[in-house]
């Protein structure tokens, strides 16, 4: 299991950092406030504690339902929402939505979302999270509790390393932290891709800032899938390399870590060969290197 999914804390004691805004959190739950608004940057833990917000209140798992606002961003998504918060919970008597990057709602849709969080069901609670507060309404940020969720201080961040067990020298630790910015979340996704390699090329692989880079996990996992039919993952695997962001060297030890652990974590032995593909380094080939590596995995039969 990833390490940013293993290591999510479930109580506000186990989030780490943070101290004033658990706080002003706790005494937000204490007085029933149903609606919350987290802010902050990417991989700092907004999402994590709207979970918490529900594990605090008793809410079961499936009553929890988390909606990227970027899939779900107009006026008809926002009224499935409404209509659904009218139904009687499966499990339970409450159930919560957790709207992530609620900025990309659209104007009409907010204009929406404001009149049902007006008056919520007195069984319903909304989070919303959002690394761009000041793209929302304010009349909608008025019907909330704010919080705005920090990165980790040196200190705080040398306890989340702890938790991982996994023993990396000074060197790693203070460009992890230097490069991550004291994310929580990007800091154990980098950690997942280089736990297995030498210290000089962890520290090549931080530098890049690939390992937490969403297109290049999104192009691992695609390699990895047995469900899609070639072409159909070719098409998709191909837009990702259209637009990757980071260098194709750094992407082939992302996906060399990522393929290690599932074939070592999890006995996924069909993967071996996929691995082979991606054993030699892209110094001359570059970005064709990587488009042949990709293309030979999918479609030629190992």
Same mark, same amino acid.
């Given at each position: ?24 959190? =706790? ?55 409404? *209509? ?43 989070? =919303? ?11 909608? @940020? ?13 200190? %705080?961040?040398? @306890?989340?390393?702890?938790?991982? @067990? ?7 630790? %203070?460009?992890?932290?230097? %490069? ?8 154990? @996704?980098? =950690? ?5 390699? +030498?210290?000089?090329?962890? /520290? ?17 996992? /695609?390699? *990895? &899938? ?27 030890? *992302?996906?060399?870590?990522?393929? &290690? ?5 999890? +006995? ?11 054993? %030699? +380094? ?9 488009? =042949? ?8 039969? +190992?």
């Amino acid at each position: 299991m990833p390490l940013h999914i293993d290591l999510r804390p479930k109580t506000l004691k186990e989030f780490i950092g943070n101290r004033v805004l658990k706080e002003s959190l =706790l005494d937000a739950l204490s007085k029933n406030v149903q609606v919350y608004l987290f802010t902050g940057k990417s991989g700092c833990g907004k999402t994590t504690l709207g979970r918490i917000v529900a594990n605090h209140l008793g809410i079961h798992p499936l009553c929890i339902q988390v909606i990227n606002a970027a899939d779900a961003r107009g006026i008809d998504a926002i009224r499935e929402i409404i *209509v659904d918060s009218k139904i009687t919970p499966l499990y339970g008597t409450k159930k919560i939505y957790i709207l992530e990057e609620s900025h990309q709602i659209s104007t009409a849709a907010q204009e929406s979302l404001l009149q049902f969080l007006e008056e919520p069901s007195k069984n319903v609670y909304i989070v =919303l999270t959002t690394t761009n507060p000041e793209k929302l309404k304010d009349t909608l @940020k008025r019907r909330c509790f704010i919080g705005e969720v920090k990165p980790l201080a040196q200190s %705080e961040f040398g @306890k989340l390393i702890q938790q991982t @067990k996994i023993k990396v020298s000074r060197k790693i630790f %203070e460009k992890l932290f230097a %490069e991550t910015e004291g994310s929580p979340g990007k800091a154990l @996704k980098v =950690l997942d891709t280089i736990e297995s390699l +030498n210290e000089e090329d962890a /520290l090549s692989l931080i530098s890049s800032s690939g390992a937490d880079n969403p297109d290049i996990i999104s192009l691992c996992r /695609l390699l *990895v &899938n047995q469900k899609l039919d070639n072409n159909t993952k070719w098409e998709k695997c191909r837009k990702l390399l259209h637009g990757l962001a980071i260098q194709p060297e750094a992407a082939r030890q *992302v996906i060399m870590s990522y393929l &290690n652990k599932c074939i070592l974590n999890s +006995n996924q032995v069909h993967l071996v060969p996929i691995l082979f593909n991606f054993t %030699e +380094n892209y110094f001359d080939a570059g970005m064709s290197g990587l488009l =042949l590596s990709v293309y030979a995995s999918i479609f030629t039969d +190992n």
